[in-house]
């Protein structure tokens, strides 16, 4: 879909404001036209957050794959089953939580027949920052839970090393929440070989079970 060229740079502008939603449904439409930088061009549709409206945690990952976009929902590809088998191990009800990313539109590059995820920019990062704002504010979760570098890049508002802060239940100061720190599932998934998959598979459950109180 294309868009006329002054709706276009009407909406470009990346430190343009929100406007206030009354709901989650109403800011996910809104964010169905988002112009705000340029991902929306080559995906199929922006990916917005979904699970409880006003769970007590919200997951944040970093951008919807292949499969969330041909879907429209986060987390339901290949990563996303890795983390259901992670959350039902550390004895997490997902159907309790919120589970969003901190960016909303697929990046990717072709590779043959394949579209190969691409990391989004810092820019990119800051200009879907916002969205993920508004649907903290509307929730009001008590735990943010940041799942890997562009998460937390965008939970704590500059690039941070996940090793400084996994694990722990941290308040960040950006998001005026409590936030968890921890791997990406894809991260797991690309382990180089079983043994550490497994390895990084517990690390993450570990982490995961601090959530227990709150959405076990
Ligand atoms: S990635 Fe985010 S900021 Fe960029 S167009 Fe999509 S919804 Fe808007």
Redesign the pocket.
Known sequence: MRIAREEKSR?LN?SDELPHFANLREAEIS?AT????????R?TQ?V?GAGANHARVVFVGE?PGDVEDRKGLPFVGPAGKLLDRALNQAQINRDLCYVTNA???F?WEPLGQRRLHKK?TSR?IQ?????LHAELELIQPEIVVGLGATAAASLFGVPVRIADVRGKLTHVESVGRTCLITAHPSSVLRAPDPKTRDVEFDRLVQDLTLLQEFAG
């Not at 988002?34 to 061009?41: G, I, S, T």
């Not at 200009?127 to 969205?131: F, Q, R, S």
């Open positions: 909406y990346p964010a988002c112009r705000r930088c340029p991902l929306w061009e995906a922006t917005f951008q960016v909303k539109h990046k989004p990119e200009a879907c920052c916002p969205w």
